[in-house]
């Protein structure tokens, strides 16, 4: 089981913001985070707990192992208000409930 | 250049048979380390994984719905096909399929646009 935390997070054009993932169980670094627009798809942007997947802006940076991980956004651009994901992938697949950055 | 997309029916009654296929382009399910997943979402809900087939055929079903999911290929058409029986209304979601990232990676790096399925009478 994934816990992210907040569910919501009210922010503004500049901030510095962090999502975090918690998983009832190790998952080593077999986790992603995924950004998923209103109607649109879920896009990849982290995978590996830190790896930025090609052409993702480098203001995404995720970190963490074990049991807790983070996505931090170092300066949130208009484009980012979005639900981020985050999915374990170290026993099946498993995605957290999501957390949705809106504007403050 | 890689897509997806999924198609099926829009409206299912309960207790029928749900089929969708997911059609692809740009890669092949015959290379090593290939595998294609489904992923559904209930509106205003979370994300759930729902089936994985990789190329070697070897497949992967969520416990809580592996009784009423079966996944399969057709690498000549390059398609992936899965079927969910005894549909209900709280299967109402957007279906989503997805490539798996290559590698020693379980992330999914491409995915479909997505397909709309309302379960009502």
């Known amino acids: 089981q994934m816990t992210q935390s907040p569910s919501t997070l009210s922010a503004s054009v500049g901030d510095r913001v962090t999502i975090t993932c918690r998983a009832s169980?190790?998952?080593?670094?077999?986790l992603a985070w995924y950004q998923q627009r209103p109607g649109k798809a879920p896009k990849l942007l982290i995978y590996?707990?830190?790896i930025l997947e090609t052409g993702v802006p480098s203001r995404f940076s995720g970190g963490g192992s074990g049991t807790s991980f983070t996505l931090t956004i170092s300066s949130l651009q208009p484009e980012d208000f979005a639900t981020y994901y985050c999915q374990q992938y170290n026993s099946f697949w498993t995605f957290g409930q999501g957390t949705k950055v809106e504007v403050k | 250049q890689v897509t997806l997309r999924e198609s099926g029916p829009a409206l299912v009654r309960p207790r029928q048979t749900l089929t969708l296929t997911c059609t692809f382009s740009g890669f092949s399910l015959s290379t090593s380390g290939v595998y294609v997943t489904w992923v559904r979402q209930p509106p205003g809900e979370a994300l759930e994984w729902l089936s994985l087939i990789y190329w070697d055929d070897k497949k992967y079903y969520n416990t809580s719905l592996e009784t009423r999911l079966t996944i399969f290929k057709d690498t000549s058409r390059n398609q992936v096909v899965l079927t969910m029986t005894n549909m209900d209304p709280v299967d109402t979601a957007t279906y989503y399929c997805?490539?798996?990232?290559?590698?020693?990676?379980?992330?999914?790096?491409?995915w479909g646009q997505g397909t709309v399925v309302t379960v009502s009478s």
């Open positions: 590996q707990a830190s």
């Open positions: 997805a490539r798996g990232k290559v590698g020693p990676s379980g992330a999914f790096d491409t």
């Open positions: 169980q190790n998952v080593v670094n077999w």
